[in-house]
């Protein structure tokens, strides 16, 4: 059974600091990885991606991937209130399929 | 472009009714899914096109079934509609299915009596 697993949370963070959340994978033929978030009441929404080891980085987003210890982060710099949100890991599990984890709650606190 | 759209937005249904859920993407997407979401819990699979003309089924396949009718449209139905299927039904694409970035639809929030 692969799986993909986060811890629930609430995970709460000053606002202007940074927010750390992980995830972790079972399968290691995985290639891609996915970062979403999901305000309460709406859709997910893709904000990062990643396929190789290491960082990506995007405006305040960093994606962090290590295949060897298979885990990857995101992390949040400089943390809004408007950031506060669900963030679901998703990660490639083969035969066209997303393994999606259950979310991290994220709470900034101004 | 609208995106990933999805009728209806909400929908009450008693046991036993039956209902399809319709989705539709414009962004030229190969690939379609299904999924549904309960709180507390991760999106889970219901069915899945990784390409017109073919379907598949996720982790949560019983009570459903599907059509891609088009490249664009792909529906759920719900045949005979039970409590266990209250929940929030999420419609996605991908461009193409090995990377599979997916993007959502807004979903549409069911309750069945």
């Known amino acids: 059974q692969k799986e993909v697993e986060q811890n629930s949370g609430p995970l709460s963070v000053p606002e202007g600091a940074i927010a750390s959340l992980n995830c972790t994978y079972s399968d290691r033929g995985s290639q891609s990885f996915f970062w979403y978030r999901q305000y309460s009441g709406k859709s997910p929404e893709l904000i990062m991606f990643i396929y190789s080891n290491g960082d990506k980085e995007d405006g305040r987003f960093t994606a962090q991937l290590n295949k060897a210890s298979q885990y990857v982060s995101l992390l949040i710099r400089d943390s809004q209130p408007s950031d506060s949100a669900t963030y679901l890991c998703?990660?490639?599990?083969?035969?066209?399929?997303?393994?999606w984890g259950a979310g991290t709650k994220l709470i900034i606190k101004p | 472009n609208a995106g990933v759209t999805q009728t209806p937005k909400f929908q009450v249904l008693k046991t036993g009714q039956s209902m399809t859920l319709q989705c539709a993407q414009d962004?030229?997407?190969?690939?379609m899914y299904w999924y549904r979401q309960d709180p507390g819990m991760g999106l889970r699979l219901i069915y899945y096109?990784?390409?017109?003309?073919?379907?598949d089924k996720g982790e949560v396949p019983n009570g459903y079934n599907v059509s891609r009718l088009n490249k664009r449209e792909f529906s759920l139905r719900l045949e005979s509609a039970a409590p266990s299927q209250t929940s929030v039904y999420f419609c996605?694409?991908?461009?193409?299915?090995?990377?599979?970035?997916?993007?959502f639809g807004p979903g549409t929030r069911l309750t069945v009596l």
């Open positions: 998703a990660v490639n599990g083969g035969n066209y399929q997303l393994i």
């Open positions: 962004m030229n997407h190969n690939s």
């Open positions: 996605a694409s991908s461009e193409l299915a090995d990377y599979n970035e997916q993007f």
């Open positions: 096109s990784a390409s017109e003309g073919t379907t």
